[in-house]
């Protein structure tokens, strides 16, 4: 019988590992422990022609890894607390939060609000996503499953922050992982991990080429936030949480609305007839020129969302680069998937693709993550969990990202979730989601020069970033013996 390469079982993976191996492994007899490519990795680095480092010890690159001891948290309403990030977030280019933390809380604290010049790792969940610290996040408040990491010499900052972007990097990292149920890594482990050796030269290269990347990162948020205030500004709105929102009865302690038949749309859930959605809308139509919807003609060409679709994933030198709504916020997306341009090109071009400054919006799960697609991501794919917004011109695309991402329209778009289990939106509902168009038309292509200018920085960010990890994987292959 003939088969097709689809068809064929998956190749395992196999080794052989010594006695001392598993001693020195504190006798662990799962396979994770002694995963094929982690070792293979491990073998290469020390290799090296050069020489290597640990990045933790008497003579490794760190100066102190640590972090906070867990504490109880007491979350309160968001004019009233502290924001408070994810380790999911930490590879965010604009992290918001979603939590914010009581100053009962905050007190409890003390240093563990992040500084400069630090790595942060994430030590659970997904293991190694790393970011080092820049004007956006100094200064915030993370959870206790961020590892804070500082250098003996600054260079080694963006050096190690580098090779732990790069797939022999973190392949090393996320090989150092316990737990059974939650896989997590302890600032000890570091202790373990190989980093080659490079000249002084070559470390200040590429930690001046990062610097340069998370620098252009914080200018272009800086940006956005700008041409977000600008359209606040213009259309005279306070700030979301002081809306007054009318209820049935006054002082009931607990939200209560009543809602007119002919307004029911059909729905019949509470969510979708809260009453801060009337108060937006109410207050955002009193400046506004007109009050337009994402669905109209002179706002979006298209509003696509791609149909569920069986994948066939290739190696990276076939395929198409493919991610999902997890992934939406992040400038360089981790773990990417390869789509097969012969099963899926069709699919690919009239569904899936990605253009430069459209607007993309995860419609799955968590509802509402709005990214401005960048240049880099023009050609790649995302799945069925993240809708498009194609833009009738750049002339309104950075406009329509800045109300989309606003605070003011998050509400307007989950108003609209459906679904028993998974929180699910769809293209008919954001079609209808209210867009307000201000009068001048001035600020108006100022806040939209402004977004797609941000837009632009964060492509020169990627760049920067690539052309870094260039050079480190240069350093990694260069230096190294063949290993076979």
Not at 156 to 180: E, H, M, P, R
Not at 411 to 431: F, T
Request: proline letters at 4%; a neutral charge; one cysteine or more.
């Amino acid at each position: 019988m003939c088969m097709n390469n689809n068809q064929l079982p998956t190749p395992f993976s196999y080794g052989a590992v010594s006695v001392n191996s598993i001693i020195k492994n504190q006798c662990r007899l799962d396979a994770s422990a002694y995963n094929i490519d982690v070792m293979r990795a491990l073998k290469k680095i020390k290799a090296n022609k050069n020489g290597f480092d640990t990045l933790w010890g008497k003579s490794g690159l760190i100066s102190s890894a640590y972090y906070p001891g867990r504490y109880k948290r007491i979350y309160v309403s968001s004019n009233h607390g502290t924001p408070f990030f994810l380790p999911s977030q930490l590879d965010e280019i604009l992290p918001k939060p979603t939590k914010y933390v009581s100053s009962l809380t905050v007190q409890q604290l003390g240093d563990d609000f992040i500084k400069k010049y630090s790595l942060l790792l994430s030590r659970s969940g997904t293991i190694g996503k790393s970011t080092i610290t820049s004007k956006t996040i100094v200064g915030k408040l993370f959870s206790d499953d961020v590892i804070r990491v500082t250098f003996k010499n600054d260079n080694d900052l963006g050096y190690v922050y580098a090779y732990l972007k790069t797939d022999i990097g973190l392949t090393i990292l996320q090989g150092n992982i316990y737990g059974s149920v939650i896989d997590h890594i302890e600032p000890e482990h570091l202790n373990d991990i190989p980093i080659p050796k490079a000249s002084i030269e070559k470390k200040k290269e590429i930690n001046a080429l990062i610097q340069q990347s998370f620098n252009l990162r914080d200018k272009s948020n800086d940006l956005i936030l700008t041409a977000q205030k600008k359209l606040y500004k213009e259309l005279c709105l306070p700030d979301v949480t002081s809306l007054t929102q009318e209820q049935y009865i006054n002082g009931a302690g607990f939200n209560n609305f009543s809602v007119k038949l002919s307004q029911s749309d059909l729905r019949l859930d509470g969510s979708y007839h809260i009453p801060i959605v009337d108060a937006i809308i109410k207050e955002i139509s009193k400046k506004a020129d007109y009050i337009a919807k994402i669905g109209d003609k002179e706002i979006s060409d298209d509003i696509i969302l791609p149909g569920r679709f069986k994948r066939v994933y290739v190696d990276k030198e076939h395929g198409i680069p493919f991610f999902g709504g997890k992934q939406l916020l992040s400038l360089n997306p981790s773990n990417l998937k390869y789509l097969s341009p012969q099963h899926h090109g069709e699919r690919i071009e009239d569904q899936l693709f990605l253009k430069e400054n459209m607007c993309a919006i995860s419609c799955s799960g968590t509802i509402g993550k709005v990214m401005i697609i960048p240049k880099h991501w023009e050609g790649w794919t995302m799945n069925q969990h993240v809708i498009r917004i194609v833009p009738k011109s750049n002339d309104i695309a950075g406009y329509i990202y800045a109300w989309v991402d606003s605070s003011y329209c998050k509400p307007l778009i989950e108003r609209y979730i459906y679904g028993s289990v998974v929180d699910e939106v769809d293209d008919n509902q954001i079609a209808e989601v209210p867009i307000p168009i201000i009068k001048n038309k001035e600020v108006l292509k100022e806040i939209n020069d402004k977004v797609l200018e941000a837009n632009q920085l964060r492509y020169n960010a990627y760049q920067k970033e690539q052309e870094a990890l260039s050079i480190m994987n240069e350093i990694i292959e260069d230096n190294s013996e063949a290993i076979m």
